[in-house]
């Protein structure tokens, strides 16, 4: 009998055992138990870097190696590194196409395209998946096209004149050439049917096109570009008007409802006059759109905040790493009207320097809700 007493308090002690030892999960909610068996690695790390304040491993998504938006990138990344306690990596991708939806989901925490591509990426248009989850921190430099370029020699001398011709159409890798192109037919009275539509896969093709005869205009690649350049000393090359009726004497007459028209096509452009350089041999009204650095809304407040803030005081130090960077200056650096929401710390900063307007507030407001 005692041999048998002495076994069931053997096993009563270690059920009482294992009780204690499971009871610390009673405690937790069966909502807080869901939460903790469904959080991924992702949103583990996305939690880690909104805990980390100013510090911790970031990344910035660019373009690939070799273009002047990965230089910028990487000029940016390394600012932020040298001068704060936050580390930046820089990651090339093909384009924002690539590396939006990473953002997107957390798995990216900055990036870097042109104004237009980030405003249908935020609102998933031009083919993007939508990118709710971005958020603008900073506009950088302005980037200058002149629109059309035809040979040098051609009797092209204005938009108008392109009724009939061969003109680069479609350029599938890249959404902001074709919609410039579409807004300056449509600006200068013509459509896609009044030319002969030439199907063109690259920006490169398009230079090459008029070399080889194939084109009489294509978009306008930036004077410099090694293809342009390669272009104008064989053949030459020339820019034209974008506008048919203004011209830069008469800059300041362009009605708003031909930036309405531009807007229409490429979110937060304006005309600009682009100077002489390269094929570019006198003054003309050209487009310019900006570049701009954004970030996954997955970050904190205090580490948009420091990044904002280190590029804010530091940026002249990027100066001689790219022409691009001159760009960058406090004068421009805030959007009063931007494409794509602030985010919350960059907001702060914004107001901490004063910039901040109820007129930004309101299309903030807007774009949250769009």
């Known amino acids: 009998m005692k041999k048998r007493w002495k076994v069931f308090a053997l096993f009563l002690i270690i059920a009482l055992l294992l009780a204690a030892c499971g009871g610390g999960n009673k405690g937790n909610t069966p909502e807080q138990q869901n939460k903790s068996s469904s959080e991924t690695p992702e949103q583990s790390q996305g939690n880690n870097n909104q805990s980390s304040g100013g510090s911790g491993q970031l990344t910035l998504a660019t373009m690939p190696v070799g273009g002047s938006i990965n230089t910028v990138g990487n000029a940016l990344a390394s600012l932020v590194s040298s001068k704060s306690e936050t580390q930046v990596s820089v990651s090339p991708f093909a384009g924002l196409a690539a590396w939006g939806p990473l953002l997107n989901e957390g798995e990216a925490d900055l990036g870097l395209a042109t104004q237009p591509e980030l405003a249908w990426g935020y609102q998933g248009e031009k083919g993007f998946e939508k990118m709710e989850n971005m958020r603008m921190l900073v506009r950088g430099n302005p980037i200058p096209s002149p629109g059309f370029m035809v040979r040098a020699d051609a009797d092209i001398q204005k938009v108008a004149d392109l009724k009939g011709r061969r003109l680069s159409a479609e350029y599938p890798g890249s959404v902001s050439a074709k919609a410039l192109l579409d807004a ?36 306008g690649l930036v004077p410099g570009t090694p293809a342009v350049e390669e272009v104008h000393n ?137």
């Open 234 to 370: 064989s053949v030459g090359l020339r820019a034209i008007n974008f506008l048919d009726e203004y011209s830069p004497e008469t800059f300041d007459r362009i009605p708003d409802s031909y930036y309405e028209v531009l807007r229409s096509h490429l979110p937060g452009s304006e005309f600009t006059v682009v100077e002489p350089g390269g094929y570019i041999t006198e003054p003309i009204i050209g487009v310019q759109y900006y570049l701009q650095l954004v970030v996954g809304n997955h970050l904190s407040n205090e580490q948009v905040y420091n990044i904002l803030d280190t590029i804010w005081n530091n940026i002249e130090s990027s100066y001689e790493v790219h022409p691009w960077m001159k760009g960058w200056n406090h004068e421009t650096m805030f959007d009063p009207e931007p494409t794509v929401p602030y985010h919350d710390g960059a907001i702060q900063f914004f107001k901490d320097k004063g910039l901040w307007t109820d007129e930004t507030e309101q299309i903030q407001q807007e774009l949250l809700n769009n």
């Open 184 to 219: 300056g037919l449509e600006l200068n009275g013509l459509t896609w049917d009044d030319v002969v539509q030439v199907p063109t896969p690259t920006l490169v093709d398009g230079a090459n096109g008029i070399r080889d005869n194939q084109l009489d205009a294509a978009y």
